[in-house]
């Protein structure tokens, strides 16, 4: 069996460290311009490595464009059913580009807690996951 220790949902929604669930992963608050993506090099608490290596965070670009063509297809149903789908490309647009810190810091966030796991292991959870 493999002793899987990932934080859970709770800590991923407050930006907290994908293993031990406590340290922050952002260095400031999300209503900080231009450095709301700003990420710590190491959990200040269990001292994991944010970057396994270096480009890590180039993967979040397919996160965020997910989560943006996800966004887009709901509030298009959305606005569909509400009567309201001519204001549908201005108020998806808007809607948009208000979360754009949120969607940015949210990629970064799907990245430690689903990819960091799967493809860094030994790093992840300290030891080779094989070892009894
Ligand atoms: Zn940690």
């Known amino acids: 069996m493999e002793d899987y220790n ?3 949902l ?14 922050r992963v952002f260095k400031k608050s ?7 993506s700003d990420t710590y090099d190491n959990c200040p ?3 994991l490595s944010y970057e396994p290596e270096t480009g ?4 979040a670009m397919y996160w965020s464009y997910a989560l943006i063509v996800g966004t887009i297809i709901t509030g298009g149903i959305a606005m569909k059913f509400l009567g309201l789908w001519d204001y549908a ?6 809607f948009l ?12 966030m799907l990245m430690l807690y689903v990819v960091y796991p799967m493809m860094y292991k030994e790093k992840f959870y300290g030891h080779p996951m094989d070892e009894e």
């Open 30 to 36: 999300i209503l900080s311009l231009g450095q709301f």
């Open 10 to 23: 709770a800590p991923f929604l407050a930006c907290k460290c994908p293993r031990c669930g406590k340290g």
């Open 56 to 59: 890590f965070f180039f993967g």
């Open 45 to 47: 608490n269990c001292d």
């Open 97 to 108: 580009l208000l979360n754009i810190p949120i969607i940015i810091r949210y990629s970064r």
């Open 89 to 94: 490309i201005g108020g998806i647009m808007a």
């Open 6 to 8: 990932r934080a859970g």
